[in-house]
């Protein structure tokens, strides 16, 4: 691998999140004694391995410039979009002229604050040389069901079954073409590996840890805040 490979981080946090009944995003509500957001962010610094880390906040966000975070000198702002995949790209274009084709972004979402610095660090290592890159994820220990109109049609193989999650690793200049791929074609994109998926690529799965949960819920802030305790 040579030595000028950087590595960026991207956090989409343009999003307002409506399942959490809240006056504000979820990426903005308190944990412990800082936000959400800033929690994620912390982490992801604490990895010590990103050359920059381009946040995609919505242009009508009051919150964003209030906290310190945002005045931090590795922290790039990018315009957020409507969609995740349109917040990515935006993130993305905001690091051209920095970022080189040939070097890794690690996409995080901005409401898993409770992502460990070694698995960011096993996510690196264990990709690095890898062709196309990957994601950290969760096998499934549950029963999966596919179902039709609240009825159970069949029974889904869950060791062929893994939860994604976030950071999801790849380079720089592929994901930006198969972001821009996908918008153009009007595809539907959840998450970057979808991206690749749909242009036959096979990203990398690198198991991560339980905890590194996604704050969708009120209920889930609870469980976040258990498991930065146990830290």
């Keep these: ?38 929690q994620t962010l912390f982490q992801l610094l604490e990895a010590n391995c990103f050359a920059g880390i381009a946040v995609a906040i919505s242009s009508e ?3 964003w410039p209030t906290l310190p975070c945002s005045q931090q000198e590795k922290i790039i702002r990018a315009e957020g979009g409507r969609e995740r995949a349109d917040s990515v790209l935006s993130a993305l274009n905001a690091l051209v002229g920095k970022a080189s084709d040939n ?18 660090h096993r996510l690196i290592n264990t990709l690095k040389s890898d062709p196309v890159g990957g994601i950290l994820a969760l096998p499934s220990h549950d029963t999966l ?19 994604a999650l976030t950071p ?5 200049g592929v994901l930006k073409k198969v972001l821009q791929l996908a918008a153009e074609k009007g595809q539907v994109v ?20 339980p905890g590194n949960i996604k704050i969708t819920r009120p209920e889930d802030l609870i469980l976040a805040k258990f498991y930065m305790e146990q830290e």
């Excluded at 998926?197 to 690198?206: A, D, F, T, Y």
């Design 145 to 163: 069901k596919n179902v039709m109109q609240g009825q159970i049609v069949d029974s889904v193989d869950r060791n062929r079954v893994w939860r």
């Design 103 to 120: 070097d890794w972004v690690l996409v995080h979402d901005a409401a898993r604050p409770c992502i460990k610095v070694a698995d960011i």
């Design 190 to 209: 959840t998450d970057e590996a979808s991206a690749f998926e749909l242009n036959g690529l096979q990203p990398k799965i690198v198991e991560g840890q």
């Design 168 to 172: 999801q690793m790849f380079r720089y």
């Design 1 to 38: 691998m040579s030595e000028s490979v950087n590595f960026w981080g991207v956090v989409p946090a343009a999003g307002v999140g409506k399942r959490m009944q809240s006056d504000r995003p979820k990426q903005y509500l308190l944990l412990g004694d800082q936000t959400v957001i800033e």
């Design 61 to 63: 966000d009051p919150y």
